[in-house]
């Protein structure tokens, strides 16, 4: 009786561990599926990525440039200079031609301006002022571009702005110049003596100013 | 009570305290319950997508900010549409990326070319992006631009033009206008020639200056046009809570 009581009890024991173990194991995989479940969540959202990169973008420009063709043989150099009036100095022979060529291709104006570069006078020589000085500028064709003014009314020196329109057929454009100068016929020379002598140089300049 | 009694009475409440466990535990084993209701996830989906129209500007010449606002040639655009089945947060970063990888050696650059950045969120008013508005533009090599990384994708390191989050569908319209505010940074190129003829068939004086053309000194600066490119990129990811 006792005997089978003790192996009663031991199978009741061992049964109940094992339910025990079974729960254990239960609970167990229960959470390591719930553990799963949420790490695969987890690691699902943050992977998730959108990336796109497109086609390329270009915008260029084209080389440019700008010439100054100064003639050798037509330029102001004037002896002896007296004061003289606009009609006399608009048609006096001494001339300084020269021509500026734009090339671009791109269809659009390239801007540039012409100004006068005041040089230092030679040795021995007085200077005439900005205020005693006219110039005078005609296109090639003999067309007034800028009437005789005196130098001293010129802003900055600059004498005139020109802007050539460039389109795909126009890439180079050449435009012709012919300048004069000569002193004023305001100015008084009654003190002028072949012993005391005046001058004024220069040159001219040009310089693209903007694009449009 | 004599010996019989005690000893029928323990008999009988061991067998009862048997029987008690002994249905006890088959009580423990039996209580194994299948529910009767199912419980199921089932995957939504989140797409995004960038449909973009590109440019390819040539011979431009450098603009004011107003003129390269006013171009209609020079606007790269990406439409961004989501579309979401559940809910979900993504954020995203819209950026240049390849910026000038082609001719990263040639006269124009970063520093000769401005941008116009906006976004129009399904169909609504324009917004500015990356300090431009409606009338001005920002060079892409200023630092705000230059150095602005991604929020939500850590390999956009710089040149981001907006970071933002989209929650359910929706359509954000992307435009890029861009142009080249100063001239390109190259040297100049000066050569001079003596005696040249204004009429470059003319070959020497007498008939340069027979044809009334002007025969003389001819310096010539030049410089070299350049060109500059680049791509837009998005990247997004789910912004988790």
Known sequence: ?212 | MDNKKVLGISIAAVIVLVVAIIATSYAVFTANITGHEENALTTGYVTMRCTETTFNVANTQPMTDAQGIAATNNAATCTLSSEMSGTMTVGYDVALTDVDADTPSDSLGEGNVKIQASKSVNSGAVQYLAGTSASAGKLISDTSIKNAAGTYDTSITGYKIDSSTVTGNSTIVYTVKTWVASEATGTNNTTTQDGECSDTTKTTQAACEAAGEIWGYRQRVSQAGGSFSFKLKVGASQVLS
């Open chain 1, 1 to 212: 009786m006792d005997n089978t009581e003790n192996k009663e009890t031991e199978k009741v024991q061992v049964e109940v561990k094992d339910q025990e173990k079974n729960n254990h194991s239960a609970l167990k995989l229960g959470l390591l599926i719930a553990a799963f479940v949420v790490l695969m969540a987890g690691v699902s959202f943050a992977v998730w990525r959108f990336t796109y990169t497109g086609s390329k973008n270009t915008i260029s420009t084209g080389g440019i440039s700008l010439e100054l063709l100064e003639s050798s043989s037509n330029v102001v150099t004037i002896t002896n200079a007296l004061p003289k009036g606009d009609t006399d100095g608009k048609t006096q022979t001494d001339v300084f031609d020269f021509a500026v060529t734009t090339t671009s291709p791109r269809a659009g104006n390239m801007i540039y301006t012409i100004a006068l570069s005041k040089l230092s006078i030679d040795s021995g020589m007085t200077a005439l002022t900005d205020s005693q000085v006219k110039v005078y500028l005609e296109d090639g064709a003999g067309t007034q571009l800028v009437a005789p003014t005196l130098i001293s009314n010129l802003t900055n020196y600059q004498l005139y702005t020109k802007t050539d329109a460039h389109t795909a057929s126009t890439q180079k454009i050449t435009s012709k110049y012919k300048l004069r100068a000569w002193i004023d016929g305001q100015v008084d020379a009654s003190n002028w003596t072949s012993s005391t002598r005046y001058q004024y140089k220069f040159k001219v300049t040009v310089s693209e100013s903007g694009e449009i």
